[in-house]
């Protein structure tokens, strides 16, 4: 049975969260591969030479070196309309309503949420990716 997804990454530095997440993912079998990175940076290397499309990010706001914001800007400014089909969610732990609003200024940001992710947020993205969100 093929997962609503087909390729999803997690982008987050918190080994907890990260943990936790893809335990989640995996549970759900939300998506057929699953890409974790700690680092954006890394994260955008891969990017450069990935094989194949990515669906969905779901990425983490504040991480050091570079945040999901820098991440995000980088992302477009290189590889563009390519990039902006990927379905983007961001995750934090902040309640600071200028992140919130800061990730909606950004076109290619489809949703926001906290940490950690449920079940119904799950499905929600598994929504998004297949375009009936």
């Known amino acids: 049975m093929t997962a609503p997804i087909q390729t999803l990454m997690l982008i987050d530095d918190n080994e907890a969260?990260?943990?936790?997440?893809?335990?989640?993912i995996e549970e759900a079998r939300l998506a057929d591969n699953l890409l974790v990175f700690n680092m954006a940076e890394d994260a955008l290397a891969y990017l450069r030479n990935k094989p194949g499309p990515i669906d969905a990010i779901l990425l983490d706001i504040r991480m050091?070196?570079?945040?999901?914001?820098?991440?995000?800007?980088?992302?477009?400014?290189?590889?563009?309309?390519a990039f902006a089909k990927v379905v983007i969610v961001m995750l934090t732990t902040s309640l600071?309503?200028?992140?919130?609003?800061k990730a909606e200024q950004f076109g290619v940001v489809?949703?926001?949420?906290?940490?950690?992710?449920?079940?119904?947020?799950?499905?929600?993205?598994?929504a998004m990716v297949s375009g009936s969100t």
Not at 64 to 81: C, N, V
Request: aromatic letters at 12%; charged letters at 25%.
């Open 17 to 24: 969260d990260t943990f936790l997440c893809r335990l989640m």
């Open 64 to 81: 050091p070196r570079m945040s999901g914001f820098e991440f995000i800007e980088a992302a477009l400014a290189e590889f563009g309309s």
């Open 96 to 101: 600071d309503i200028n992140d919130k609003m």
């Open 110 to 126: 489809k949703g926001y949420f906290e940490k950690p992710l449920s079940q119904a947020q799950l499905e929600t993205i598994a």
